[in-house]
């Protein structure tokens, strides 16, 4: 009789074992396929971005290969290696690891929202509003880091 049991109890964790292998492996959305669910233009964001943690508060870290910069229109845009902030439909807060060039100086971007149209833009308390119809596609790097950029690149006004 405990032979039966055991018997039993053996069939039962193999079963269990390959239901388990016969699930499918967790395929986990791609940063295009994110921006999408968050209703955010794929252009946000340069191709290089690949691999993020997106936490169940909304919070994310998102890495790219290497630090980008990509001209934007007429505004030459920096990332960072990381990017890191707090995603929600429709908007970006908390945002660090973005900076626009304005004039002489990198300027951090500290938030983005999608509404009606138009893509805003936060840099500090300043707001600026694009179409956005000219977030179609993402941008490709045109220099690995802001250091390289500002050697390299004309200013951007």
């Known amino acids: 009789m ?5 018997a039993s109890a053996l069939l039962l964790l193999l079963s269990l074992a390959a239901s388990a292998s016969a699930a499918a492996p967790y395929d986990p959305p791609t940063v295009p396929e994110l921006m999408d669910r968050f209703g955010l233009p794929r252009a946000l964001l340069p191709e290089t ?3 993020y943690l997106l936490h169940d508060d909304g919070t994310f870290e998102l890495f790219l290969d290497d630090g980008c910069v990509v001209e934007a229109g007429g505004y030459r845009v920096g990332y960072d290696i990381k990017v890191s902030g707090t995603v929600s ?3 970006v807060t908390g945002l660090e690891g973005v900076r626009v060039r304005v004039l002489f100086a990198w300027v951090p971007i500290t938030a983005v929202e999608v509404a009606g149209g138009e893509v805003t833009v ?3 308390p300043v707001k600026k509003s694009f179409p956005v119809v000219g977030f179609k596609s993402s941008p490709r790097c045109i220099a690995g ?3 390289a950029a500002d050697a390299s690149l004309p200013l951007v006004e």
Do not use: D, N, V
Not at 2 to 6: E, G, H, K, L, V
């Open 145 to 147: 880091s802001t250091a």
């Open 2 to 6: 405990a032979a039966a049991a055991a």
């Open 122 to 124: 936060h840099i500090g």
């Open 89 to 91: 439909p429709g908007a």
């Open 49 to 51: 971005a690949r691999r």
